[in-house]
Nanobody
Framework: QVHLVESGGGLVQAGGSLRLSCAASGRTVSAYVMGWFRQVPGKEREFVAV????????HYADAVKGRFTISRDNAKNTVYLQMNSLKSEDTAVYYC???????????????WGQGTQVTVSS
């Protein structure tokens, strides 16, 4: 069992940056593949990025490639999402998730945080 808590969301102007954090408690986060997803009202949860157990491999959605960076610090039991050059279409609730395999589908993850709101004003 692992408990995930996201933080770092907020309101930012287009072109700005935010860094989201996902702190894990319970079982060590190094046992899991970690992903970030986002969701807007009325739409399905959307894959953003995923990082392997040791941080050596990452994968991004096309919509964020080149602008977002996922990383992890297993010693701190924390995963990060650095978001640069933000656009209004990045506005969403962002969730971190823990799973056993690198997946882009939300159904492939076992544990979820409560989410953090990111709002990008144009």
């Amino acid at each position: 069992q692992v408990h995930l808590v996201e933080s770092g969301g907020g309101l930012v102007q287009a072109g700005g940056s935010l860094r989201l954090s996902c702190a894990a408690s319970g079982r060590t986060v190094s046992a899991y593949v970690m992903g970030w997803f986002r969701q807007v009202p009325g739409k399905e949860r959307e894959f953003v990025a995923v990082v392997s157990w040791d941080g050596s491999s990452t994968h991004y959605a096309d919509a964020v490639k080149g602008r977002f960076t996922i990383s992890r610090d297993n010693a701190k039991n924390t995963v990060y999402l650095q978001m640069n050059s933000l656009k209004s279409e990045d506005t969403a609730v962002y969730y971190c998730a823990a799973g056993s395999r690198v997946r882009v589908s939300a159904t492939g993850y076992d544990y979820w945080g409560q989410g953090t709101q990111v709002t990008v004003s144009s």
